[in-house]
């Protein structure tokens, strides 16, 4: 069973700093989402990525497949930014795709 | 377009009823998926659907639970006797083919008293 990891836990900055999210999971993949769950609980899928980098206005997300670990970036972060960011890898069967906990990210004005 | 819909939006129910969660995916979308996220917990997995393929189960918490995938479209997820520990937000997702971006809808907030 793949596990994920996701640090931080939580985050709190400023507006217009640079923010970076990691994610580590156990087991290869073919494929990690990036998901973004706003206060009302709604979720986007940001990236899907299965090497290399993507980018997104904003938001850049980068995988390294040898190391297991994938990091989302947000450059001059905004108060709407504030979200929860969660990383999430195929499990057993690779359409069931196992959470992280979620990163909870806070920009202040 | 049409995003993934889900109905009702919010579900208060008395312990021990059942209750059936819609969901109504992308039109054209092949792949369906239901996620269950209780208070202070991570996403699960619940159950996937593929076309015309049987579906994945494996996520399912208990026999109580079930769901269904009619035409390829529209899926209802039920929840027999339902328990406290049934609360929480129900999400379903569709994707083009499996392997595919999902797109989720808002979720169904599921609250057992």
């Known amino acids: 069973k793949n596990e994920v990891e996701q640090s931080p836990q939580n985050l709190t900055a400023q507006e217009g700093e640079f923010i970076t999210i990691n994610c580590s999971y156990s087991?290869?993949?073919?494929?990690l989402h990036w998901l973004q769950q706003h206060p009302g609980g709604g979720i986007v899928s940001l990236f899907m990525?299965?090497?290399g980098k993507k980018k997104h206005g904003r938001l850049i997300a980068t995988i390294n497949i040898q190391e297991k670990h994938s990091s989302l970036h947000i450059t001059a972060s905004h108060p709407r930014d504030s979200a929860v960011y969660i990383c999430?890898?195929?499990?057993?069967?690779?359409?069931?795709?196992?959470f992280g906990q979620g990163t909870r990210l806070t920009i202040n004005p | 377009g049409a995003g993934v819909s889900q109905s009702p939006s919010n579900k208060v129910t008395e312990k021990g009823k059942d209750v059936e969660l819609r969901c109504d995916p992308i039109?054209?979308?092949?792949?369906l998926y239901w996620y269950r996220q209780s208070l202070g917990q991570g996403l699960e997995f619940l159950i996937y659907f593929q076309g015309n393929s049987a579906p994945d189960k494996s996520g399912l918490p208990s026999d109580r639970f079930s769901a269904e995938r009619t035409g390829g479209s529209v899926s209802t997820l039920t929840i027999q006797r339902t328990q406290q520990e049934d609360s929480a937000v129900y999400l379903c997702?569709?994707?083009?083919?499996?392997?595919?971006?999902?797109?989720f809808g808002p979720g169904t907030r599921l609250t057992v008293t």
């Open positions: 999430a890898v195929p499990g057993r069967g690779a359409q069931k795709l196992v």
């Open positions: 087991v290869g993949i073919s494929a």
């Open positions: 990525l299965s090497s």
């Open positions: 039109s054209g979308h092949t792949a």
């Open positions: 997702a569709s994707s083009l083919v499996e392997g595919f971006e999902q797109y």
